[in-house]
Each structure stands twice: as C-alpha cells, then as structure tokens.
C-alpha cells in the first residue's frame, strides 16, 4: 500500500439480537422478530429481524407501536449473556486478523488492517475471509465496508445490509459523498439536519460548497469536522483499547427548555439507554451524575454515589430528580442534559453489595454475604 494510506474495516453484524434469537429458536425463522421490552409494558424495541423491519419497525421505537405495525411479530426479551458470548467470539476473529481493532459496541469494530494487506483489493479479500469466519464460528452474517479512513468504511458496511460487502476506494470517495444525503454523514444527528434542511442543505456536494468558515460559524468545531468528512478526510487513528471509565448519554435540546417535567421526561429517555448500554456490558456504576448545560453555555454537574450502584433507569431517576431539584431553578434554560455512571464495577461485585445493603430485597436463603 502507498505509505500514507491505510486500510480500514468496519464490520457490523447484521439485526444483531434478533439474528441470534433466530440462529437458536430455528422455528422464529424467515419470521418476524422483535427483541426487547414487552408492549405491555412500555418497552421499546432493542432491534428487529429485517422481516419486521418491512413493516416500519425499527430499534428504540415503543414496542407497542412495533406491534400495531406488525402485529404477527414474536416479541422476545433480550439475553445479554449469549449476546455477549457471540460478541467475544466475534472480536476474537478480528483480533486474529489485527491487533488494531477498535469495538464500537457488542456487534461493530473497526479494524486497521494496513499491515496486513498490500493493495485495497487484498483488503477486501481479508473483509470476505472474516464474513465467511463469523459465519462459520457463528451462523450469523455480517456486513462489511472498506476503505482508507474510519468515517467512509462505516458508511460503506451500512450501504448493503444484510451480508454486504461494500468498498469505497480514494478515488470514488468524492463522487460518493457528493451524492450522499446529510444525515448519513457521521454524527449528524436530528438537530443539525433540521438547521441543515432549513438551509438548503441536502448532500455531501451541499456541505462542501458551504465551506469550512460558514460550517463552523453555524456548528462550532463540529462543523469544522463535518467540512472534512465531506472532502473525504478523516485522520482518526482506529483506537485499540480505550478502558471504560464511564457509560453516559447526553442530548442537546433542539430547544432551550425551563420546564422542569419536560427535563425529568428526557431524563428518563437518557436513563433507559445509560441502562441499556449497562446491560449490555455487563456492568453497573456507583456513581450518578447528571450534567445540564445552560443556555449561556455554563456547564454543571451534580452526582450521588451509592454502594448498591445503579444499573436500571428506575434506580437511576428518584436520583436524578433530586439532583435536577438542586440546580434547575425555573429562571435559567437548559440546552444540553446528560446521565453518566461512572466508578464501574462488575455486576458480581454489585449483587455482593446489594445482598449486603439490601437484604430485604431477598429471601433469607440467598442472603450470602
Ligand atoms: P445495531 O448494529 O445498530 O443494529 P442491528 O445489528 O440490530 O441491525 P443492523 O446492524 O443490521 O442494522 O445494534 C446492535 C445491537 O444493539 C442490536 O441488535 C440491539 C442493540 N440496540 C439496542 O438495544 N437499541 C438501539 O437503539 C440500537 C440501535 C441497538
Ligand atoms: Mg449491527
């Protein structure tokens, strides 16, 4: 390969919770498949096999809608453990192949394979040989983008869902994110395409024509970053180990708001995915923190912590509520809200300290402290 450039793969396995539940209940087959919290129970959904997703049904919908959508689909809860299992053989393959190799979550990684190939086409030999891997070690498919840099190998293995293979050379990387709609630009979320929209703003040819200078008027170093990647470049290194020191999700509001049932509301949209992220890891947190940014930018955090930890959104929210108490005074408007666990520990260690915090919870035969 040329020396400055590099061999990138981002692999993403396909309806990743559903395919599993199909791989071990073979009667759910070439059926429709939701995984995740129960209709009745105002759950939403994890994912969905792509039978259901013909009928609109698609990750973090109420499951209730899902079903009104697609009333024949199986609903099933999620089983993190096997999830996990799958997700550890899978890295493993990758790691066989790379030592750069960069998990995004339990199903996706990035992979820096440019030592191990010589020319872009060996690349995707070495994508096809890793497909047919996960395929045989698990019996279930993946979809694979290639090319030089992070940003476009993720494009890419979204592009040709399920089972894809998908390459974007340097060459066609122009023709390519011209043509490409703004919101599959990476990290362009909700809000920046309504602002974008609003603009006239519609592709990657749209983006570029607006410039550096105006992107990063309207969005600060964001827009700065959107410019590049609509020129194509993007020099993030594929980043191997990164040790978790806390699982957090944050929103900036598409408007400022004072209203205080308004905050709790989303507080409790951020709780449920800090819980889900949790859950899939595997881990819990002692420490709480909640973060609100007001409209004049000042930033301020608030945190509890708790040797019984916190895991689900419902421990998570009496908390959050007390800590919103304290700083959100009805005068100054929030414009960005997170949830973040930090202090992690394992859920071993958790149920000790809860068996020890909270015996009430459990029958006196389990109280093993
Ligand atoms: P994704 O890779 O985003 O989705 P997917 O693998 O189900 O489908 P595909 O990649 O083919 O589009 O997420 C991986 C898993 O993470 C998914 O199977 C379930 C879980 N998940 C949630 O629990 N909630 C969510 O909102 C999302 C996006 C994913
Ligand atoms: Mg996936």
Not at 330 to 352: H, I, Q, W, Y
Request: proline share 4%; hydrophobic share 40%.
């Amino acid at each position: 390969m040329d020396e400055r450039t590099r061999a990138i793969l981002h692999i993403d396995l396909d309806a990743f919770y559903a395919s599993i539940e199909q791989r071990d209940h073979p009667e759910y087959r070439g059926k429709p498949v939701i995984v995740g919290g129960s209709p009745d129970r105002r759950g939403v959904v994890a994912t969905a096999s792509y039978e259901a997703r013909k009928f609109g049904v698609h990750s973090a919908m109420p499951s209730r809608t899902a079903q009104r959508l697609c009333p024949d689909a199986i609903f099933l809860p999620a089983r993190f453990e096997v999830y996990r299992a799958v997700s550890q053989q899978i890295m493993t393959i990758f790691r066989q192949q790379t030592a750069l190799v960069e998990p995004l979550s339990l199903d996706e990684a990035y992979l820096d394979v440019t030592d191990a190939v010589r020319t872009l086409e060996e690349a995707v030999r070495l994508a096809q040989e890793i497909k047919q891997q996960i395929w045989g070690q698990t019996q279930l498919t993946a979809s694979a983008g290639v090319s030089y840099c992070k940003f476009l190998a993720k494009i890419a293995s979204d592009a040709h869902k399920p089972d894809g293979l998908t390459v974007i050379p340097q060459e066609e990387a122009s023709a390519f994110l011209e043509a490409l709609p703004i919101e599959k630009f990476f990290g362009v979320g909700k809000v920046t395409t309504a602002k974008l929209r609003e603009l006239g703003i519609q592709t990657g040819a749209d983006l570029k024509h607006m410039g550096e200078e105006r992107l990063r008027d309207l969005f600060g170093k964001h827009g700065g970053q959107l410019y590049r990647y609509a020129c194509g470049v993007d020099d993030r290194p594929v980043e191997p180990v990164r040790e978790r020191k806390s699982v957090g999700k944050e929103v900036t509001l598409e408007r400022d708001i004072r209203d205080r049932s308004e905050m709790e509301r989303i507080l409790e949209n951020l709780a449920l995915q800090v819980e889900r992220r949790l859950a899939e890891l595997g881990i819990a947190g002692k420490t709480l923190r909640l973060k609100v940014r007001w409209s004049t930018f000042e930033l301020v955090t608030r945190a509890s912590s708790r040797e019984q930890g916190f895991q689900l959104a419902q421990e998570m929210l009496p908390i959050l509520r007390t800590l919103l108490s304290e700083l959100v005074d009805g005068k100054r408007a929030v414009r960005l809200l997170g949830v973040t666990v930090s202090s992690l520990v394992s859920p071993n260690e958790m149920r000790r300290a809860r068996q020890i915090v909270m015996p009430s919870l459990w029958h006196d035969e389990h109280v093993q402290v």
